[in-house]
């Protein structure tokens, strides 16, 4: 089992920024990839950014310019940087991983959220 504990939500002005990190712990032979995903009031959740072992990186294109992903593969960890903050991006925020935790097996795994609120 691969667990995921994210950190760094809180509530900050329009303009602001916050950066999200998430702790990978647990059975980890190799992790794949790690990302976030967020989900607002009333809405289905939503892919922001993901990034590989390679450092290869996805962005959801209302965040592209704002957010940066980047990790720390020595630490199984992820962070997301988020600057120009807008009252869109509030939302509870998601730390997930596709990790193996032996060499034949691989899941999806999904941290608890982090709530982010961007006040306007």
């Known amino acids: 089992q691969v667990h995921l504990v994210e950190s760094g939500g809180g509530l900050v002005q329009a303009g602001g920024s916050l950066t999200l990190s998430c702790a990978a712990s647990g059975s980890i032979f190799r992790i794949i990839s790690m990302g976030w995903y967020r989900q607002a009031p009333g809405k289905q959740r939503e892919l922001v950014a993901t990034?590989?072992?390679?450092?290869?990186?996805d962005y959801a294109d209302n965040v592209k310019g704002r957010f940066t992903i980047s990790r720390s593969n020595a630490e199984n960890m992820v962070y997301l940087q988020m600057n120009s903050m807008k009252p869109e991006d509030t939302g509870v925020y998601y730390c997930?991983?596709?990790?193996?935790?032996?060499?034949?097996?691989?899941?999806?795994?999904w941290g608890q959220g982090t709530q982010v609120t961007v006040s306007s």
């Open positions: 990034i590989t072992s390679g450092h290869s990186t």
């Open positions: 997930t991983t596709r990790t193996y935790s032996d060499p034949k097996f691989w899941d999806d795994y």
